[in-house]
């Protein structure tokens, strides 16, 4: 919400939700609590998932606080809407420096986050440059408990495949320190799948 003078005004502590039955009591920020922007349109397909794609945000950099990680959110999804002209903010789900779960499209909604598998994937962004420092421990955590979160629940699929978003288009996203880490995370797979983007549709 915006108080007098256009100042983003955010109570995360007292809007904060947790996903049922999420073991870890996932801190988990809904839309409306980081005044998102109405889509444009929404465009769902039928789960399990079978993608879980991790990406970094480079642009904005890191956020640590919930103010600052509501901030970010607004600034990707008004690039996502205005300047590139898609339905919406393109992550699925992002993850600030605060340890908490933003939603974006939310599970389930088509992306526009990596082109050809925007139909069949989570895509989770990690807010900031993670090229040369690793994000901290509680975005990792979060990150991960929200995976867990989609397979218990059978939205993600048992079997998924965790991929960067480099290994399905020519970027250097999710950033080399953040990509290394991955490849030690349950389901990781080295497939590679980069075509010409200029082919496809962003």
């Known amino acids: ?23 870890s009591c996932l801190p988990y920020i809904p839309r409306e609590a980081w005044d998102a922007k109405p889509p444009k349109s929404v465009e769902k397909f039928a789960g399990p998932i079978p993608y879980v794609i991790i990406h970094h945000s480079y642009q904005p950099g890191a956020c640590l ?20 002209g898609w339905n919406d903010i393109g992550y699925s789900f992002a ?20 082109p050809r598998y925007n139909d069949k994937s989570v895509g989770i962004c990690m807010i900031g440059d993670w090229t040369v420092d690793l994000p901290p421990e509680n975005m990792i955590a979060a990150a ?37 880490e991955i ?6 797979s080295s497939m590679l799948d980069v075509v010409d983007p200029n082919s496809i549709r962003t």
């Open 1 to 23: 919400m915006y108080g007098k003078g256009g100042v983003l005004i955010v109570t995360v502590l007292q809007i904060v939700s947790h996903f049922e039955g999420a073991s």
């Open 65 to 84: 606080t919930g103010s600052e990680c509501c901030e970010a959110m607004l600034s990707m999804q008004k690039f996502h809407q205005q300047d590139r």
């Open 95 to 114: 993850v600030g420096g605060d340890g908490r779960v933003y939603e974006g499209r939310g599970f389930n909604v088509v992306g526009a986050h990596a």
């Open 144 to 180: 991960q408990s929200l995976i867990e979160y989609g397979v218990r629940n059978n939205i993600i699929a048992s079997n998924y495949t965790l991929i960067g978003h480099r290994q399905v288009r020519p970027t250097e996203c999710p950033g080399e320190r953040l990509f290394k």
């Open 183 to 188: 490849q030690t995370w349950p389901h990781y």
